[in-house]
């Protein structure tokens, strides 16, 4: 029990007359990598954005390390360790890469507020040469890099911050090459042995959640209607659900 880090209890959440997610009931722990699977506009991006705090749900509560939680803002959720590399990338095109790897977390000299520029790029370039993705120069404006770098970049910064507990993770490897893939994979794996961590992964690989998730949940209806340990199920029986569905409705 204690080391459940975050749980959904009846979550829902419209946007006008769209019901996106209507009772979403979930939860993760920590050293656990859940996987989070469901078709195109099923609600995934939009329970991680009330995950962490971008959005705030209609009903329902959060409960993180046990504790009821209503999070205010995306600052907010990070400053108690939830961490996100959202779809729609939060990266601030023409700032260079260092500086997108401090947003919001700025290292200054005390007590004078001059931004520590130098220790930014050093420790930038340590972040970037861990997940082992090739990034030229941490000066370039990331508005200049390619989206499988800009990922990159992304999962970098969140998994370099210190006090992560939570790691949200949108469709990471969707614009990466099959390299660099196989690099966050593997940061994944690592991060999971560290222990310390709850990883949630959306993914429309179902090999690769498979693979890499410990649990998956599918999405549907605004519901979760799936929750089974990996290696109690396939990828097979994950195609099927879905493809299931479209059977229903076509027949319909
Ligand atoms: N800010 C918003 N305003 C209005 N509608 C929204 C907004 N965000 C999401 N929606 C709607 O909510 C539903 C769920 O969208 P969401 O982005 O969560 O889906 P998803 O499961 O992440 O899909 P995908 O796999 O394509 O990324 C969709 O019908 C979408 O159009
Ligand atoms: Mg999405």
């Not at 890099?145 to 990922?151: A, E, H, P």
């Not at 949108?170 to 999971?192: F, S, T, V």
Request: charged share 25%.
């Amino acid at each position: 029990m204690s080391d459940e880090v975050m749980r959904a209890e009846h979550i829902s959440k419209g946007f006008g007359p769209v019901r996106a997610l209507t009772d979403i009931n979930l939860s993760v722990r920590r050293g656990e990598i859940l996987g989070l699977i469901g078709d195109n506009g099923a609600g995934k991006s939009t329970l991680i954005k009330i995950l962490t705090g971008f959005h705030q749900p209609d009903g329902g509560r959060l409960l993180f390390e046990g504790q009821p939680v209503q999070l205010k803002s995306v600052t907010h959720a990070r400053s108690m360790g939830i961490e996100t590399v959202f779809q729609d990338l939060a990266m601030v095109n023409d700032l260079p890469v260092y500086l997108n790897l401090h947003l919001n977390k700025e290292l200054v000299h005390k007590p004078l507020p001059f931004l520590k520029r130098k220790e930014m790029k050093r420790r930038a370039r340590e972040a970037l040469d861990a997940v082992g993705i090739n990034i030229p120069s941490v000066t370039a404006e990331v508005g200049r890099l390619s989206g499988g770098q800009r990922q990159a970049i992304a999962v970098a910064r969140s998994v370099y911050s210190n006090n992560a507990k939570l790691l949200l993770l949108d469709e990471p490897l969707a614009a990466m090459g099959a390299k660099e893939g196989g690099l966050i994979l593997r940061l994944l794996a690592q991060l999971k042995q560290r222990g310390d961590i709850a990883i949630i992964l959306i993914a429309h690989n179902y090999s690769q959640v498979v693979d890499v998730c410990d649990r998956v949940n599918l999405l549907q209806h605004g519901e979760i209607t799936f929750d089974k340990a990996s290696g109690e199920t396939s990828v097979a029986e994950l195609l099927e659900l879905v493809h299931a569905e479209y059977r229903v409705n076509t027949a319909t």
